[in-house]
């Protein structure tokens, strides 16, 4: 909302500085997002106000004039150009030296005075453009009548206009008295209230028009008056000052009234040519199948029966709150005014306004919650102008539906519950003070207050409404800053999270870069990675009303983000690179919200760095994907397998399922080539997933424990052939198993070989093979023993053959 | 380089006899796999025993020295002077350790070393003269002893010398790339304020980004129809439930103050963090993603001045002991009294540099805040008048842009390493 000083001052006094008024309203009452000063470089020496006294005719030049100006300091010769210049008029006046903008080049500069056209002139009309107004160049400003001659124009029209946002509850504050009422209570200055007094015709108003409400429970309360004798016409220059500086465009007089007066108290009003209201009568009412109007902006709307119209004895006049309708609008002939001063259900404008798209200054307003009582100040004071500006003569009394008048509440609030919600006590006299110069009656019963609120302020219905009111005023600044007291809650365990930060904290550490995407993509990049028969991941949610069409789906699998941030970075990046992304699966769940199944995904490749920083000739490969995940596993205090299995997108041969236990929990594979070129990728590129869920299940409370064997363990290299493609895990799990005279054997693969000296079809796998016993020291003799044993076993198993 | 130096400490012979296997030695990797089999290795005690028994083995099979005792004393005087003289003069001719190593074997040695020899024959002298030449020939070995020792350090501390002087390394030159990953700059500012909160007792709490429209707006009195719904642009989920229930990704993590209240009882203390989502166009201070934290504290006691104490701790923890807080009036509908909190701005120096943070206000906005509103206290079943709580909510990307001077929040989510690994 715009809010000119000036127009504030006028009902009460503001003699800070503009940055420290923002302040202090911010502070207490709603947010000052800027402000602009208006006048900030005319010299109250050298720009004054001027009356024009005559206008002649340049004598050497058909499209200039003399004007004769007078400053207080007798008449004065001044060559004007501009179109609209009249004797009687108010007018900006600068002499040499004035900083003015330059009318053609826009620019401020330094007022220097010559003969034109052979006629010395004392000084310069002003335009707008040229006091930095607006950018109308066409014609001198029209000062207001009331400017005293020859006073400095900034103190005639200068200004401070600030910008301040509101609440969404309080349309109050969107009067700029509503507002003024708060810098009163703030600063302690006294209020002071605008004019709202008039004369009647005796003719009653309810002789012209009747008011029958027909949807109570759309339309609260609606006030009509009657205004014979208008004159159409411009309202005064003071009053279209106003209201550029709030923001709103001067019509003519009527409306300008309605506008001003709404500025001012934010109540809307609406005005008819009662001439042009069929039947005398106004209805509100639900509108009808198939009823229409076009509202002033000249589009037709489409109603629907939760709208409610104001209706005439005939059919729609207005959308009730949001915007008139042509058909009755007031224009140069109009006559006589019906002033509309209404109050509608907040929620059912609001809803009006969404479905029609039409947003208004008034259904701002009124969604945010009107008091009814205001609308009857509002008539009052509209009268108070529209028979100073428009020449009209307001007909007795008003036409008044308001079928159940809302008793004012009372709030009881306990003294004690104050210090209860703030932690320090506020005295009576200031609470008293405070809720006062708010317009709110306080009563104390014993240890409370009895609060009644004002009628503009329906948003204030608790104590602890009441008790927000008194610490903004109270200021802020005087609440201390204490340390919470009382027992902790329980800490619940949460071994997901922490498997979860531990894995995160872990990737990072072995070199991987954590990202974080937009948890939306698109159905393209999900169909790259998600096979269209994985149930859980099919059919992902879609957004109604996404912020751009490439983030419409909600992720079910985090693979493409990777990807693409892989693809991304590849154009500025040489070596190798890691990233790893912890989010959720948005699996959709039947009748429910979504399973957010967390994961942790990562992809890896390219050259790997050598000595000079340089990306050296051996490549990221499956097994620094693999490596990358037994450490991971390993950190969490568990074994992985890995068992070759094919996956969507990933190659076959190079792909792998993760399990530890039963549980199976992760992927790790090169990506499938034609996958990777779909993301611009043109080299390997290798994945992991692990789902924390299982992961979290397969890990045990606490590792399984044995104390370090006092006796020391044998060691065997063997190498032996077998079949190409039999696992080493097959190997090492026969061997794990192995049970021979209480002796453990454990082994590792320490090389695989085929070629040479291997035959075709098979290949050699070199073993770590160790041996332990928890009682004795293991001799020769017991080794070679129980290595035969192993032998035998591996050969009938797997047909594991020791190479000569 | 590095062999230089280390190998006079290896080459002590038989001082220090070799480790019969030495774990830290590297293993040879990757042997030309199945050409060879390792041998069971000999444990540690036999190769010991072996060793002593060797030793033993040897010095009984050694012959005594050619040494004639039947010549004077003085004779045998000048003949150790001359052994002296000998001696010292070929160590000093020894040449770089290998010489040395040779020349103790010569003369030193135990099993047959010339001076060794002469020592052993001792028991062969005469009983008079026995003493006198055992003290010439003891005196004789300490003096060899020593000087070996002496030539060592010197070595020793020349071979050091030059490895400081002449091998001086470059250490400007880059160091061994080794592969670094950092976590998100979002994650890194969450978990700082995930500690600050924690350590005054607030519990962390997760739920569901995407959520009930109730939750996320019903539930925390933003009806349908209010223009409050303004201040939060949502992205509606297509999908009904049961032809009513409206999903939509949550607009704030405010939502979870219902859910923690629902599933507990007072005392309450969490921390919600999470990431949230608006339908908005974005700017360089508007994301449609974004990461909140919400807090939570509701029990008997709680006031709004322990709300202005827990912020005011958190400021401190995250921009600085020096920072200072203000509390301003602010409109959320689940809170009342609602406020905003900012910080004084620590990036301007002065009043009136056209800071471009504070817009020279000496202050920057950070949170929203307020008291739990009763209507919210009474809906989980807590009696309002006895219970009191405060709510705050923080932006994440606003905290990290503050505390880094990031100066765009569409970095966060582009994941471009260029920026990433700034942090």
């Given at each position: 909302m715009k809010l000119p000083l000036s127009w504030l001052r006028d009902y009460v006094d503001v003699d800070l500085p503009p940055a420290e008024f923002a302040t202090r309203v911010t502070d207490a009452i709603a947010e000052v997002e800027g402000w602009e000063v208006i006048g900030e470089q005319w010299d109250p020496e050298l720009v004054r106000v001027a009356e024009v006294l005559a206008v002649d005719p340049h004598p050497n030049a058909d499209r200039l004039v003399l004007a004769t100006v007078n400053v207080g300091d007798g008449p004065k010769t001044v060559v004007c150009g501009a179109p609209n210049v009249a004797s009687g008029q108010k007018v900006a006046f600068a002499t040499e030296g004035a900083m003015l903008i330059d009318g053609h080049s826009g620019k401020l500069s330094k007022l220097k005075l010559r003969a034109i056209r052979g006629v010395d002139s004392a000084g310069m009309v002003l335009s707008e453009k040229e006091l930095g107004l607006s950018d109308d160049h066409e014609g001198i400003l029209e000062l207001p009548g009331d400017c005293a001659i020859g006073a400095p124009l900034v103190e005639a029209i200068g200004d401070v206009v600030f910008d301040v946002s509101t609440w969404a509850n309080r349309a109050d504050l969107l009067g700029i008295f509503g507002f003024a009422r708060e810098v009163a209570a703030v600063t302690g200055q006294p209020l002071r209230e605008p004019d709202r007094s008039y004369s009647q015709s005796e003719r009653p108003a309810s002789d012209f028009v009747s008011v029958t409400i027909e949807a109570p429970d759309l339309c609260r309360r609606f006030t009509a008056s009657i205004i014979e004798g208008i004159e159409m016409g411009p309202s005064p220059a003071w009053m279209q000052q106003r209201l550029i500086r709030a923001g709103m465009r001067p019509i003519n007089n009527v409306v300008d009234v309605t506008n001003y007066v709404m500025l001012e108290t934010g109540q809307p009003l609406h005005a008819f040519d009662y001439d042009l209201v069929r039947g005398a009568e106004i209805r509100p009412r639900r509108a009808r199948p198939g009823e229409t109007l076009t509202t002033l902006d000249d589009i037709e709307r489409d109603l629907d029966s939760d709208m409610l119209m104001i209706c005439d004895g005939e059919g729609p006049v207005a959308v009730a709150g949001i915007m008139g309708g042509g058909n009755s609008e007031v224009s140069e002939?109009?006559?006589?005014v019906l002033l509309e001063v209404a109050n509608f259900h907040p929620g059912a404008i609001r809803r009006t306004s969404t479905q029609l798209k039409l947003r208004s200054e008034a259904s701002l307003r009124f969604e945010k919650g009107i008091g009814p009582d205001l609308a009857s100040y509002a008539q009052d004071r509209a009268l108070h102008l529209l028979e100073q500006v428009a020449g009209g003569r307001p007909a007795a009394g008003l036409v008044d539906a308001f079928p159940t008048p809302l008793p004012s509440p009372r709030i009881t609030l306990p003294a004690a519950r104050i210090e209860q919600v703030l932690g320090i006590p506020i005295e009576a006299a200031e609470v008293r003070r405070i809720l006062v110069a708010l317009g709110f009656d306080v009563a104390e019963r014993g240890d409370a207050f009895e609060v009644t609120p004002p009628f503009w302020r329906p948003d204030v219905a608790l104590p602890d409404d009441v008790v927000e009111e008194l610490i903004r005023i109270y200021g802020y600044e005087n609440l201390p800053t204490t340390v919470l007291r009382g027992a902790l809650p329980e800490a619940q365990p949460r071994p997901l999270e922490r498997v979860r930060e531990q894995a995160r904290e872990l990737a990072a550490g072995l070199g991987f870069q954590e990202v974080v995407s937009y948890t939306l993509t698109s159905e393209e990049i999900l169909s790259r990675v998600v096979p269209s028969n994985d149930e859980d991941r099919t059919g992902p949610l879609a957004a109604m009303n996404p912020v751009a069409s490439q983030h419409t789906y909600l992720r079910t699998s985090l693979r493409g983000s990777l990807l693409s941030a892989y693809a991304g970075n590849r154009h500025h990046e040489d070596a190798a690179m890691r990233f790893f992304e912890v989010g959720v699966e948005y699996l959709p769940t039947e009748a429910d919200l979504p399973h957010e199944r967390p994961v942790l995904c990562a992809v890896l490749g390219g050259q790997r760095l050598e000595r000079w920083e340089r990306p050296g000739p051996e490549r990221l490969d499956f097994f620094d994907a693999k490596g990358a995940v037994e450490t991971l596993l390993g950190d969490l205090g568990v074994e992985g397998a890995f068992t070759a299995e094919e996956h969507f997108a990933m190659l076959p041969g190079h792909s792998a399922t993760v399990s530890v236990g039963d549980e199976s929990v992760g992927v790790v594979a090169q990506v499938h080539p034609d996958v990777a070129a779909a993301f611009d990728i043109e080299e390997p590129v290798f994945l992991i997933e692990l789902w924390f869920e299982p992961l979290t299940r397969a890990i045990p409370e606490r590792p399984d424990y044995a104390p370090p064997s006092r006796y020391p363990e044998a060691r065997r290299d063997l190498a032996l052939l077998v079949p190409a493609d039999t696992p080493a895990s097959a190997l090492l799990e026969v061997i794990r198993t192995h049970r021979a005279r209480g002796v453990r054997i454990s082994a590792d693969v320490f090389d695989e070989y085929r070629g040479e000296g291997v035959p075709a079809g098979q290949k050699s796998l070199a073993l770590a093979v160790r041996f332990r016993a928890d009682d004795r020291t293991l001799g020769e003799k017991d080794v070679v023993r129980i290595e035969q044993g192993l032998l035998r076993r591996l050969d009938q198993d797997l047909d594991a053959t020791l190479r000569a | 380089m590095l062999v230089t130096i280390f190998v006079p400490w290896l080459a002590n012979g038989d001082r220090k006899p070799a480790a019969p296997s030495n774990p830290l030695a590297p293993q040879s990797r990757a042997a030309p796999c199945g050409r060879q089999t390792r041998k069971v290795k000999t444990p540690l005690a036999l190769h010991r025993a072996f060793a002593f028994g060797d030793w033993l083995l040897s010095a009984r099979l050694s012959r005594s020295p050619t040494y004639n005792f039947t010549q004077p004393m003085s004779t045998i005087e000048a003949e150790i002077d001359a052994l002296r003289t000998e001696a010292l003069e070929a160590l000093t001719e020894a040449d770089g350790e290998a010489g040395r190593e040779a020349w103790r074997a010569e003369w030193l040695g135990r099993k047959d070393g010339r001076l060794t020899l002469r020592l052993r024959a001792l028991k062969d002298a005469p009983p008079e003269s026995r003493a006198a030449l055992g003290k010439s020939l003891n005196e004789l070995k300490a003096t060899l002893e020593g000087e070996l020792e002496a030539r060592r350090d010197s070595a020793r501390a020349d071979a050091l010398a030059a490895l400081s002087a002449d091998a001086a390394l470059d250490v400007t030159l880059p160091g061994r790339p080794q592969s670094l990953g950092r976590l998100h700059p979002v994650t890194q500012t969450m978990n700082d304020c995930i500690d600050a909160f924690a350590e005054m007792g607030f519990r962390v709490f997760e739920g569901p980004e995407v959520e009930w429209s109730r939750y996320n707006f019903d539930a925390v009195r933003i009806p349908d129809d209010h223009p409050a719904r303004d201040m939060w642009d949502t992205i509606w989920i297509d999908t009904l439930i049961e032809g009513e229930r409206q999903m939509l990704l949550r607009t704030h993590t405010s939502p979870n103050q219902i859910r923690v209240m629902e599933q507990t009882e007072p005392p309450v203390r969490v921390i919600v963090p999470g990431k949230c989502y608006r339908q908005e166009a974005t700017d360089a201070s508007h994301e449609w993603m974004l990461t909140q934290i919400e807090g939570l504290a509701v029990d008997e006691g709680v006031r709004m001045s322990d709300l202005k104490g827990t912020l005011y701790a958190f400021a401190r923890r995250l921009f600085g002991e020096d920072r200072r807080i203000i509390f301003h009036h602010s409109y959320f509908p689940f809170v009342e009294p609602g406020v905003e909190m900012a910080i004084d701005c620590f990036l301007c120096a002065e009043p009136g540099s056209d800071c471009r943070t504070c817009q020279d206000t000496g202050w920057i906005e950070v949170l929203g805040a307020g008291m739990v509103h009763p209507e919210i206290i009474e809906n989980a079943g807590y009696d309002s008048s006895r219970y009191t709580g405060f709510a705050f909510g923080v932006g994440i990307e606003r905290v990290a842009m503050l505390r880094w001077g990031i100066e765009d929040i569409r970095h966060f989510y582009q994941n471009d390493l260029r920026f990433l690994r700034q942090f």
């Amino acid at each position: 909302m715009k809010l000119p000083l000036s127009w504030l001052r006028d009902y009460v006094d503001v003699d800070l500085p503009p940055a420290e008024f923002a302040t202090r309203v911010t502070d207490a009452i709603a947010e000052v997002e800027g402000w602009e000063v208006i006048g900030e470089q005319w010299d109250p020496e050298l720009v004054r106000v001027a009356e024009v006294l005559a206008v002649d005719p340049h004598p050497n030049a058909d499209r200039l004039v003399l004007a004769t100006v007078n400053v207080g300091d007798g008449p004065k010769t001044v060559v004007c150009g501009a179109p609209n210049v009249a004797s009687g008029q108010k007018v900006a006046f600068a002499t040499e030296g004035a900083m003015l903008i330059d009318g053609h080049s826009g620019k401020l500069s330094k007022l220097k005075l010559r003969a034109i056209r052979g006629v010395d002139s004392a000084g310069m009309v002003l335009s707008e453009k040229e006091l930095g107004l607006s950018d109308d160049h066409e014609g001198i400003l029209e000062l207001p009548g009331d400017c005293a001659i020859g006073a400095p124009l900034v103190e005639a029209i200068g200004d401070v206009v600030f910008d301040v946002s509101t609440w969404a509850n309080r349309a109050d504050l969107l009067g700029i008295f509503g507002f003024a009422r708060e810098v009163a209570a703030v600063t302690g200055q006294p209020l002071r209230e605008p004019d709202r007094s008039y004369s009647q015709s005796e003719r009653p108003a309810s002789d012209f028009v009747s008011v029958t409400i027909e949807a109570p429970d759309l339309c609260r309360r609606f006030t009509a008056s009657i205004i014979e004798g208008i004159e159409m016409g411009p309202s005064p220059a003071w009053m279209q000052q106003r209201l550029i500086r709030a923001g709103m465009r001067p019509i003519n007089n009527v409306v300008d009234v309605t506008n001003y007066v709404m500025l001012e108290t934010g109540q809307p009003l609406h005005a008819f040519d009662y001439d042009l209201v069929r039947g005398a009568e106004i209805r509100p009412r639900r509108a009808r199948p198939g009823e229409t109007l076009t509202t002033l902006d000249d589009i037709e709307r489409d109603l629907d029966s939760d709208m409610l119209m104001i209706c005439d004895g005939e059919g729609p006049v207005a959308v009730a709150g949001i915007m008139g309708g042509g058909n009755s609008e007031v224009s140069e002939s109009t006559k006589t005014v019906l002033l509309e001063v209404a109050n509608f259900h907040p929620g059912a404008i609001r809803r009006t306004s969404t479905q029609l798209k039409l947003r208004s200054e008034a259904s701002l307003r009124f969604e945010k919650g009107i008091g009814p009582d205001l609308a009857s100040y509002a008539q009052d004071r509209a009268l108070h102008l529209l028979e100073q500006v428009a020449g009209g003569r307001p007909a007795a009394g008003l036409v008044d539906a308001f079928p159940t008048p809302l008793p004012s509440p009372r709030i009881t609030l306990p003294a004690a519950r104050i210090e209860q919600v703030l932690g320090i006590p506020i005295e009576a006299a200031e609470v008293r003070r405070i809720l006062v110069a708010l317009g709110f009656d306080v009563a104390e019963r014993g240890d409370a207050f009895e609060v009644t609120p004002p009628f503009w302020r329906p948003d204030v219905a608790l104590p602890d409404d009441v008790v927000e009111e008194l610490i903004r005023i109270y200021g802020y600044e005087n609440l201390p800053t204490t340390v919470l007291r009382g027992a902790l809650p329980e800490a619940q365990p949460r071994p997901l999270e922490r498997v979860r930060e531990q894995a995160r904290e872990l990737a990072a550490g072995l070199g991987f870069q954590e990202v974080v995407s937009y948890t939306l993509t698109s159905e393209e990049i999900l169909s790259r990675v998600v096979p269209s028969n994985d149930e859980d991941r099919t059919g992902p949610l879609a957004a109604m009303n996404p912020v751009a069409s490439q983030h419409t789906y909600l992720r079910t699998s985090l693979r493409g983000s990777l990807l693409s941030a892989y693809a991304g970075n590849r154009h500025h990046e040489d070596a190798a690179m890691r990233f790893f992304e912890v989010g959720v699966e948005y699996l959709p769940t039947e009748a429910d919200l979504p399973h957010e199944r967390p994961v942790l995904c990562a992809v890896l490749g390219g050259q790997r760095l050598e000595r000079w920083e340089r990306p050296g000739p051996e490549r990221l490969d499956f097994f620094d994907a693999k490596g990358a995940v037994e450490t991971l596993l390993g950190d969490l205090g568990v074994e992985g397998a890995f068992t070759a299995e094919e996956h969507f997108a990933m190659l076959p041969g190079h792909s792998a399922t993760v399990s530890v236990g039963d549980e199976s929990v992760g992927v790790v594979a090169q990506v499938h080539p034609d996958v990777a070129a779909a993301f611009d990728i043109e080299e390997p590129v290798f994945l992991i997933e692990l789902w924390f869920e299982p992961l979290t299940r397969a890990i045990p409370e606490r590792p399984d424990y044995a104390p370090p064997s006092r006796y020391p363990e044998a060691r065997r290299d063997l190498a032996l052939l077998v079949p190409a493609d039999t696992p080493a895990s097959a190997l090492l799990e026969v061997i794990r198993t192995h049970r021979a005279r209480g002796v453990r054997i454990s082994a590792d693969v320490f090389d695989e070989y085929r070629g040479e000296g291997v035959p075709a079809g098979q290949k050699s796998l070199a073993l770590a093979v160790r041996f332990r016993a928890d009682d004795r020291t293991l001799g020769e003799k017991d080794v070679v023993r129980i290595e035969q044993g192993l032998l035998r076993r591996l050969d009938q198993d797997l047909d594991a053959t020791l190479r000569a | 380089m590095l062999v230089t130096i280390f190998v006079p400490w290896l080459a002590n012979g038989d001082r220090k006899p070799a480790a019969p296997s030495n774990p830290l030695a590297p293993q040879s990797r990757a042997a030309p796999c199945g050409r060879q089999t390792r041998k069971v290795k000999t444990p540690l005690a036999l190769h010991r025993a072996f060793a002593f028994g060797d030793w033993l083995l040897s010095a009984r099979l050694s012959r005594s020295p050619t040494y004639n005792f039947t010549q004077p004393m003085s004779t045998i005087e000048a003949e150790i002077d001359a052994l002296r003289t000998e001696a010292l003069e070929a160590l000093t001719e020894a040449d770089g350790e290998a010489g040395r190593e040779a020349w103790r074997a010569e003369w030193l040695g135990r099993k047959d070393g010339r001076l060794t020899l002469r020592l052993r024959a001792l028991k062969d002298a005469p009983p008079e003269s026995r003493a006198a030449l055992g003290k010439s020939l003891n005196e004789l070995k300490a003096t060899l002893e020593g000087e070996l020792e002496a030539r060592r350090d010197s070595a020793r501390a020349d071979a050091l010398a030059a490895l400081s002087a002449d091998a001086a390394l470059d250490v400007t030159l880059p160091g061994r790339p080794q592969s670094l990953g950092r976590l998100h700059p979002v994650t890194q500012t969450m978990n700082d304020c995930i500690d600050a909160f924690a350590e005054m007792g607030f519990r962390v709490f997760e739920g569901p980004e995407v959520e009930w429209s109730r939750y996320n707006f019903d539930a925390v009195r933003i009806p349908d129809d209010h223009p409050a719904r303004d201040m939060w642009d949502t992205i509606w989920i297509d999908t009904l439930i049961e032809g009513e229930r409206q999903m939509l990704l949550r607009t704030h993590t405010s939502p979870n103050q219902i859910r923690v209240m629902e599933q507990t009882e007072p005392p309450v203390r969490v921390i919600v963090p999470g990431k949230c989502y608006r339908q908005e166009a974005t700017d360089a201070s508007h994301e449609w993603m974004l990461t909140q934290i919400e807090g939570l504290a509701v029990d008997e006691g709680v006031r709004m001045s322990d709300l202005k104490g827990t912020l005011y701790a958190f400021a401190r923890r995250l921009f600085g002991e020096d920072r200072r807080i203000i509390f301003h009036h602010s409109y959320f509908p689940f809170v009342e009294p609602g406020v905003e909190m900012a910080i004084d701005c620590f990036l301007c120096a002065e009043p009136g540099s056209d800071c471009r943070t504070c817009q020279d206000t000496g202050w920057i906005e950070v949170l929203g805040a307020g008291m739990v509103h009763p209507e919210i206290i009474e809906n989980a079943g807590y009696d309002s008048s006895r219970y009191t709580g405060f709510a705050f909510g923080v932006g994440i990307e606003r905290v990290a842009m503050l505390r880094w001077g990031i100066e765009d929040i569409r970095h966060f989510y582009q994941n471009d390493l260029r920026f990433l690994r700034q942090f």
